[in-house]
């Protein structure tokens, strides 16, 4: 577990590293790139995860499971908002049903903290919760890249949790169609990076408008770019940093 600057959490726990590319807001995953460094700098965890492709690292579908993580969060006291899988997804193929239940085990034992996992699997995650124990302190969100994986949002909505969230990042299309009821919390941002592709102001625009309707909470995280931080995080003239209400 680490601290991090992410705007919307306050750290990141990787029990799972390592992932496969699924759809366009995969091809330059931040994750990937990371993860194809800290092979390199011989990190055990990360080996074997990506492979060289032409100028770039993708991965190669591996996955680490790893044991020695899963108690990391019981040591930690102060409470803290926890993303979940920064490097992975846990709800992907190659992770067992019994090793996402003792993520689960883990969450479950540390209420004073507040999880939250994000997937772009979601329709196994509305397979495998049910299974679980309904958390008050773990939030189940996905991604939305385009209007072309707008049906994740249905399987969110079919899956029991106390917050629901979707993440439009990178955001590379429109997602003017997105029905956010049930949904209580839209994370949006821009792609960056070196090969980061473009976000339209009236892109987000549709989404707040959406978020308004749905009474969804709005979260601006960043227009992105080659350089992130000389584009910011304001949009219509100031930061929007609106959080969920936590239902615990």
Not at 55 to 76: F, K, M, N, Q, S
Not at 203 to 212: A, G, H, P, T
Request: glycine content about 6%; overall charge neutral.
């Amino acid at each position: 577990m680490a601290d991090t600057s992410i705007e919307w959490t306050d750290a990141t726990w990787n029990p799972v590293a390592g992932c496969t590319i699924l759809t366009a807001g995969c091809t330059n995953c931040y994750a990937m790139r990371m993860a194809a460094r800290l092979s390199a700098m011989g990190v055990p965890k990360y080996q074997g995860l990506t492979r060289k492709s032409g100028d770039r690292h993708i991965w190669t579908g591996a996955v680490t499971l790893d044991e020695a993580a899963l108690t990391v969060p019981r040591t930690w006291r102060k409470p803290r908002l926890i993303f979940v899988n920064s490097m992975s997804d846990l709800f992907q193929e190659a992770v067992p049903v019994e090793f996402i239940a003792r993520v689960w085990e883990t969450m479950a034992a540390t209420p004073q903290h507040s999880y939250q996992i994000l997937t772009k699997r979601p329709e196994r995650m509305a397979e495998i919760t049910p299974l679980l124990p309904l958390l008050k302190n773990v939030w189940l969100g996905t991604s939305v890249e385009n209007a072309a994986v707008l049906d994740r949002l249905d399987h969110l909505r079919a899956t029991p949790a106390a917050v629901r969230f979707v993440s439009f990042e990178p955001l590379i299309g429109s997602v003017a169609a997105a029905d956010l009821r049930g949904i209580h919390w839209a994370i949006v941002g821009g792609e960056s990076g070196p090969r980061s592709r473009p976000m339209l102001e009236e892109w987000v625009d549709e989404i707040y408008e959406r978020c308004d309707e749905a009474d969804t909470a709005f979260f601006f995280k960043q227009w992105g770019g080659r350089n992130k931080k000389a584009t910011g995080r304001t949009f219509r003239g100031r930061t929007h940093d609106e959080m969920p209400i936590h239902t615990s």
